[in-house]
């Protein structure tokens, strides 16, 4: 038990001063690997609740898909930061109330936070019972079945997403010299050899 | 756990259309070159074919384990995205043709907006709620940013991005809390979970952030900045269907969550709207009139209606839903046709935007001239044209609920907003002639035709539609 406490302050503690860093980094590719770093602990933490399966996903999509993509961006970009930074203390009173006024706010809402009698079942009706069977395997059993039409929906989203991203960035440059395999499998060696027969004496013309 | 085919079929008018889009994408892909005409005109088939289905489909049914609902109202206004999606889908391909940017993913995304919009009519969960909503507006940010090369074009579908993703963040957002008070999010459950117990804060500050996401797909004041400069900076042709089916997709989603889901919290939510409606009809008048770009102008003009159309959900009841509908009804067929005729004011080729470029109009296009007449009073509400109609019948409904204030106001802007309207006309019929336009190409031409003369000779059958939108209205109350 203890150990279990150990590590779930190793990985809150470490998750809180990396998500700290990737804001405070002056350098944009050390945001990015820091965000790594918090997703690493996320993970961990997620490990620790026993949602195994969620915690590999988050490796596997945001480490390994997400925040790769955000450093080939932000290495290819060469964004200026410092100039983005510029009016940052001008705005920062602005920012700040808002902030406050708004954490003001979720503290009212949450302090006088009430749950509607029934919720309690109704948030647990849909999953299967506890124990019963591995979270994978419970996620599945919902995905596929209950909320086929969502998860149907959710690929509509992501087939658009990939239309829009070729439609907005695809260009067909002419001009390009690319390498025809087709073409070059089916030259024949009449197309391109001449065989001349050179008489001695004459030489090649 | 068995599976059956059955519970396909409510769904089987989308169903139909999402594998259409992607047939319509491979065709694309394989034919390469030119294809944009005739997966537009097969698109618009398809179109056709999934109002069929939608008819001949069952009245009333519930499927997806309560994901997915179809009834009368859901019908209705599906119907009514359906036109404005076939209709407007003509009018890019023309535009397309013409300014030689056609490439074939153009028709597939609007039918894949179409399907979003389909879809979140149909919803029946904030599961599918978001996931409709995000499947249209994805599809809408695209279109927007479509003519890549262009400045205004690209800063319009990035506006758009960014804001649209801040309005679904909120929407998330409110869905959250709702879920944390409710337990569940089908409608039903929250339905009842709403009735069960008394008002708290928490779930009143939930459904205002889901009506703050919502109200920002409507283009409502205070959530409209974004809508001026897409509209100006999208190509003429997607700013109509931006103008119409979204709109008339995120209004009835608005009708359905609020009048079903969270009608036991009336309310609260009824002074939200009535501020949203209220500042929506002023802003949309007021600003209007200084406006130059004719572009711009439908911007403001579409808040305005939105406004109108908000007056008809504050009252919340059967009336009010049946004036709503048939207020989009109208809407849409007076936006398309003003559309068809902003896409032909064309000079040797080249599109112009300014109002002043309609001046004598009447003496080279007497026809056109006639049509955007027709059009722009119909905009006003003057009667007998039939933006009167829709106007009268969301008034009434809310004189009839107490909400005389509202009402009267709505009237004031309204003619506020006649002031706009009717200097286009003066433009077109007064001042002095400059360049002719070129000749509308046949496909605006028939639209512009079509429209103008629904708003002039929809008295002649009236009845038929109204009662089309009441029974859509009653078929949502009964749940």
Redesign the interface.
């Given at each position: 038990m203890i150990i279990a406490t150990l590590a779930f302050y190793l990985f809150a503690i470490v998750a809180v001063i990396s998500a700290l860093n990737v804001i405070f980094q002056r350098n944009p590719v050390h945001s990015v690997l820091w965000l790594i770093l918090t997703f690493f602990n996320a993970a961990g933490l997620f490990v620790l609740l026993g949602a195994e399966f969620v915690a590999m996903i988050l490796v596997v999509v945001y480490v390994g898909a997400v925040a790769v993509l955000f450093l080939f961006v932000v290495m290819m970009l060469d964004i200026n930061i410092t100039m983005i930074r510029e009016g940052f203390l001008k705005y920062l009173w602005v920012g700040a109330s808002i902030g406050l006024i708004l954490l003001i706010e979720l503290a009212v809402v949450f302090g006088g936070w009430v749950m509607s009698p029934e919720s309690e079942g109704l948030r647990g009706a849909p999953a299967p019972a506890p124990g019963a069977v591995s979270n994978t395997e419970a996620l599945g059993l919902l995905l596929y079945t209950d909320y086929a039409y969502v998860f149907q929906a959710a690929g509509l989203v992501l087939l658009v997403a990939m239309v829009g991203a070729i439609v907005l960035t695809l260009r067909r440059r002419p001009g390009v010299r690319k390498q025809k395999i087709s073409e070059q499998v089916n030259r024949r060696v009449a197309d391109t050899l001449e065989i001349v027969k050179v008489e001695t004496g004459k030489g090649a013309s | 756990?068995t599976f059956e085919v059955s519970s396909l079929i409510p769904?089987l008018p989308e169903i139909f259309l999402?594998v259409a889009g992607?047939v319509f994408?491979l065709l694309g892909v394989f034919r390469k070159e030119d294809s944009t005409q005739i997966i537009s005109w097969l698109g618009v088939a398809a179109m056709a074919v999934t109002g069929y289905l939608i008819l001949r489909g069952p009245a009333s049914a519930v499927t997806?384990?309560d994901?997915?609902i179809v009834n009368g109202f859901t019908s209705f206004a599906k119907i009514l995205v359906l036109i404005g999606g076939a209709l407007t889908m003509l009018m890019i391909n023309s535009w397309a043709q013409a300014a030689k940017t056609a490439?074939f993913?153009l028709p597939?995304?609007v039918l894949?907006a179409t399907?979003g919009m389909m879809?979140m009519v149909s919803a029946n969960d904030l599961?599918?709620v978001y996931?409709?909503l995000?499947?249209q507006s994805?599809?809408l940010?695209?279109l927007a940013?479509?003519q890549?090369d262009n400045v205004r074009s690209t800063e319009a579908?990035v506006k758009y991005f960014v804001l649209g993703a801040l309005a679904s963040g909120l929407l998330l957002y409110g869905s959250s809390?709702v879920y944390?008070?409710?337990?569940?999010t089908s409608f039903e459950?929250l339905a009842?979970?709403?009735r069960?117990?008394e008002t708290?804060?928490?779930v009143v500050?939930g459904i205002v952030f889901v009506i703050a996401g919502l109200a920002f797909k409507v283009s409502a004041v205070p959530f409209h900045m974004w809508t001026p400069d897409v509209y100006e900076g999208a190509p003429t042709p997607i700013t109509a269907f931006f103008s119409v089916g979204p709109k008339i997709a995120a209004l009835c989603l608005f009708l359905r969550v609020l009048v079903g889901p969270f009608a036991p919290m009336i309310e609260e939510w009824q002074q939200v709207i009535v501020l949203i409606s209220i500042l929506s009809m002023l802003w949309g008048s007021f600003a209007a009139i200084a406006q130059r770009n004719i572009k711009r102008l439908m911007a403001y003009s579409s808040i305005g209606h939105v406004g109108y159309a908000l007056v008809g959900l504050v009252v919340g009841n059967e009336e009010g839903a049946r004036g709503l509908l048939f207020y989009l009804l109208i809407y849409l067929f007076m936006n398309i046709g003003t559309f068809a005729v902003i896409l032909s004011m064309k000079i040797n080729g080249k599109y112009v935007e300014e109002i002043s470029d309609l001046s004598g109009l009447s003496k080279n296009h007497p026809g056109m001239a006639m049509a955007l007449a027709a059009l722009m009073f119909s905009m006003a509400g003057i009667p007998p044209l039939a933006g009167f109609l829709g106007k009268y019948f969301v008034f009434v409904a809310a004189v009839n609920a107490g909400f005389v204030p509202l009402a009267i106001i709505g009237v004031l802007s309204s003619v506020v907003g006649a002031f706009y309207y009717i200097r286009v006309i003066k433009v077109m019929y007064f001042d002095e002639p400059a360049a002719a336009f070129d000749k509308p190409d046949m496909v605006n031409g028939a639209i512009m035709t079509l429209c103008s003369v629904l708003m002039l000779v929809y008295f002649v059958v009236p009845s038929r539609l109204v009662e089309g939108a009441e029974a859509a209205a009653r078929a949502l109350f009964l749940g």
């Open positions: - | 756990m769904a999402a992607m994408l997806f384990n994901l997915f490439r993913e597939v995304l894949f399907l879809m599961i599918s996931l409709g995000e499947l994805l599809s940010y695209v940013a479509y890549r579908g809390l944390g008070f409710a337990g569940t459950g009842t979970a709403m069960g117990s708290h804060i928490g500050v």
